[in-house]
């Protein structure tokens, strides 16, 4: 079974990052899509609202892969997804470091940036 990975990330935060990764996750999950939420984010957002799902809601596994953020790559933290993983949504920190960044763009096959409709976002964003 492959998975395919979708990357959501932006170097600013408050962009809507983890709400784009619950959202698309749910949306796999009610599909019947064995779906994991990895999050590099320090603020375990993404976690915390998995946390806080119905418990009779489908399962979405969670990996928290925070405290790894520039000491591991993604290929050693998939040892915290399921190999029966069929869609993997990666919730990138803001400012992730430039190994992380690579690392994460050499394995990922959609990427979503979200971008708040101001100027200052679009042109953090450019």
């Given at each position: 079974?492959?998975?395919?990975?979708?990357?959501?990330?932006?170097?600013?935060?408050?962009?809507?990052?983890?709400?784009?990764?619950?959202?698309?996750?749910?949306?796999?999950?009610?599909?019947?899509?064995?779906?994991?939420?990895?999050?590099?984010?320090?603020?375990?957002?993404?976690?915390?609202?998995?946390?806080?799902?119905?418990?009779?809601?489908?399962?979405?596994?969670?990996?928290?892969?925070?405290?790894?953020?520039?000491?591991?790559?993604?290929?050693?933290?998939?040892?915290?997804?399921?190999?029966?993983?069929?869609?993997?949504?990666?919730?990138?920190?803001?400012?992730?470091?430039?190994?992380?960044?690579?690392?994460?763009?050499?394995?990922?096959?959609?990427?979503?940036i979200p971008?708040?409709?101001?100027?200052i976002d679009?042109?953090?964003?450019?």
């Amino acid at each position: 079974m492959s998975m395919n990975t979708t990357l959501v990330m932006n170097a600013k935060g408050g962009v809507g990052k983890t709400t784009i990764t619950t959202n698309l996750a749910s949306y796999f999950a009610s599909r019947n899509v064995t779906t994991t939420i990895a999050d590099f984010d320090p603020q375990g957002s993404s976690l915390n609202w998995l946390k806080q799902r119905p418990a009779d809601a489908t399962k979405i596994h969670g990996a928290d892969l925070a405290t790894r953020i520039g000491t591991t790559s993604l290929q050693v933290a998939r040892r915290q997804i399921p190999r029966e993983t069929q869609q993997l949504i990666i919730d990138a920190p803001a400012g992730p470091s430039r190994l992380l960044l690579q690392d994460l763009l050499a394995r990922t096959q959609a990427i979503l940036i979200p971008v708040a409709p101001s100027a200052i976002d679009i042109h953090a964003t450019a």
